[in-house]
């Protein structure tokens, strides 16, 4: 079992799941969702992280090999071999439809575009430098997910602003994360923006991404006419995104972990205990 955890790295569920409640929140004239469609919330979430992340681990699998960084990962090291990583994949996959059909029926009908995209995200590193972005819409779908779920139409702009807000935030960092790999993706034709524009530039980007996130989280409070609790929630995150860039220098990238791992949990659950006290209190 701690091996098929650390495999999908399950702690990182922490940054996509509170935005998936955060987005049921939105849903106007309801209270908190019924218990039962909390339980099928994360059991989709946990079945669809479950099924991108493996999906990721299978394809990257000869890449993860030759790079220092991620050779000791469970495939390439032999702890998992393929066919059970496929297993995995396969059993997590059930458990996503099956969540999505305890839910209103157009989670059913999207479903399969979200099983396109998480399968496609490990190819764009190959073709794209936009492959940040990529990733960044698989979470950012997770907040209409959360909406949708409840009962929210999918027509209501209020998670494609917050969800667009958590897209440019995760593309943000997971360039910062990506700056670790710059001279192996250069070496290997991978594409990302720093291996592209260089670490400095691509350490810009993330900026300019992140005072994306905090704008459209700004939208979002007009569009929702809050309180000054909302407004203490995006500052609460602004301050966790000017932190998180402040350990981060193009000469300097031994405090990566601390920003992508700490600061990113801290800025998803802390949104969302904002949005839950200013819609109850």
């Given at each position: 079992?701690?091996?098929?955890?650390?495999f999908?790295?399950?702690?990182h569920s922490?940054?996509?799941?509170?935005f998936a409640?955060?987005?049921?929140l939105?849903?106007?004239?309801?209270?908190?969702?019924?218990?039962l469609t909390i339980?099928?919330?994360v059991?989709?979430?946990?079945?669809?992280?479950?099924f991108a992340?493996?999906?990721?681990?299978?394809l990257?699998?000869?890449?993860?090999?030759?790079?220092?960084?991620?050779?000791?990962?469970e495939?390439?090291?032999?702890?998992?071999?393929?066919?059970?990583?496929?297993?995995?994949?396969i059993?997590?996959?059930?458990t996503?439809i099956y969540?999505a059909?305890?839910?209103?029926?157009?989670?059913?009908?999207?479903?399969?575009?979200?099983?396109?995209?998480?399968?496609?995200?490990?190819?764009?590193?190959?073709?794209?430098?936009?492959?940040?972005?990529?990733?960044?819409i698989?979470?950012g779908?997770?907040v209409?997910?959360?909406?949708i779920?409840?009962?929210?139409e999918?027509?209501?702009?209020?998670?494609?602003?917050l969800?667009?807000?958590?897209a440019f935030?995760?593309?943000?960092?997971?360039?910062i994360?990506?700056?670790q790999d710059?001279?192996?993706?250069?070496?290997?034709?991978?594409?990302?923006i720093p291996?592209?524009?260089?670490?400095?530039?691509?350490?810009?980007?993330?900026?300019?991404?992140?005072i994306?996130t905090?704008l459209?989280?700004?939208?979002?409070?007009?569009?929702?006419?809050a309180?000054?609790?909302y407004?203490?929630?995006v500052?609460?995150?602004?301050?966790?995104?000017?932190?998180e860039?402040s350990?981060v220098?193009?000469?300097?990238?031994?405090?990566?972990?601390?920003?992508?791992?700490?600061?990113n949990?801290?800025?998803?659950?802390?949104?969302?205990?904002?949005?839950?006290i200013?819609?109850?209190?």
């Open positions: 079992m701690k091996k098929y955890i650390n999908i790295k399950f702690e922490i940054f996509a799941l509170p409640f955060s987005g049921a939105l849903v106007k004239d309801k209270g908190l969702p019924e218990a339980l099928w919330i059991l989709a979430m946990v079945g669809g992280r479950s992340m493996a999906i990721n681990r299978i990257d699998k000869e890449i993860d090999s030759k790079n220092p960084r991620t050779k000791n990962r495939i390439p090291s032999g702890e998992i071999t393929n066919n059970q990583a496929i297993i995995f994949s059993i997590s996959l059930i996503f969540a059909l305890q839910l209103p029926k157009i989670c059913l009908y999207l479903l399969p575009i979200a099983v396109i995209w998480f399968f496609i995200y490990p190819l764009t590193k190959k073709f794209t430098y936009l492959a940040h972005i990529w990733l960044g698989a979470l779908g997770s209409l997910g959360g909406f779920a409840t009962g929210g999918v027509t209501s702009q209020l998670p494609y602003i969800g667009s807000a958590v935030w995760v593309a943000g960092f997971d360039i994360y990506a700056c710059y001279d192996f993706d250069k070496k290997n034709n991978l594409k990302s291996s592209v524009f260089g670490v400095k530039k691509a350490l810009l980007i993330s900026r300019v991404f992140h994306f905090f459209l989280l700004l939208i979002l409070g007009i569009s929702i006419n309180s000054f609790i407004y203490l929630g500052v609460f995150v602004l301050g966790m995104l000017m932190y860039q350990l220098k193009e000469n300097d990238l031994s405090k990566v972990d601390l920003a992508f791992f700490t600061l949990g801290w800025v998803s659950v802390g949104f969302f205990v904002f949005l839950l200013e819609k109850f209190f």
